[in-house]
Nanobody, 115 residues
Framework: EIQLAESGGGLVQPGGSLRLSCAAS????????MFWVRQAPGKGLEWLSR????????EYADSVKGRFTTSRDNAKNTLYLQMDSLKTEDTAMYYC????????RGQGTQVTVSS
């Protein structure tokens, strides 16, 4: 059974940082291209980032480019999202996913950016 478990969310002030983690199991993580997506209140899923199997190539949505960084540790079956310079509009539920559309994703971790 594929399992994705996100953690690391919380309440942060604008301009602050958070690091999200995603523990993966039930599939060969080292062979999987991985994604981060988010869903803000009242909106659909938004793709944020993509990272290749070895972690050498990453891609970001324009909304987070230059502020968010994705990485992975294949030895730990863990995906990360470092989020810097957070804005109020980054408030959302964040998910790691096995596909760009987020159809196979975890339960999510809430990020709230507010002063």
């Amino acid at each position: 059974e594929i399992q994705l478990a996100e953690s690391g969310g919380g309440l942060v002030q604008p301009g602050g940082s958070l690091r999200l983690s995603c523990a993966a199991s039930g599939f060969p993580f080292y062979r999987a291209v991985m994604f981060w997506v988010r869903q803000a209140p009242g909106k659909g899923l938004e793709w944020l980032s993509r990272i290749t199997t070895g972690g050498t190539v990453t891609e970001y949505a324009d909304s987070v480019k230059g502020r968010f960084t994705t990485s992975r540790d294949n030895a730990k079956n863990t995906l990360y999202l470092q989020m810097d310079s957070l804005k109020t509009e980054d408030t959302a539920m964040y998910y790691c996913a096995r596909d760009r559309a987020g159809e196979t994703r975890g339960q999510g971790t809430q990020v709230t950016v507010s002063s």
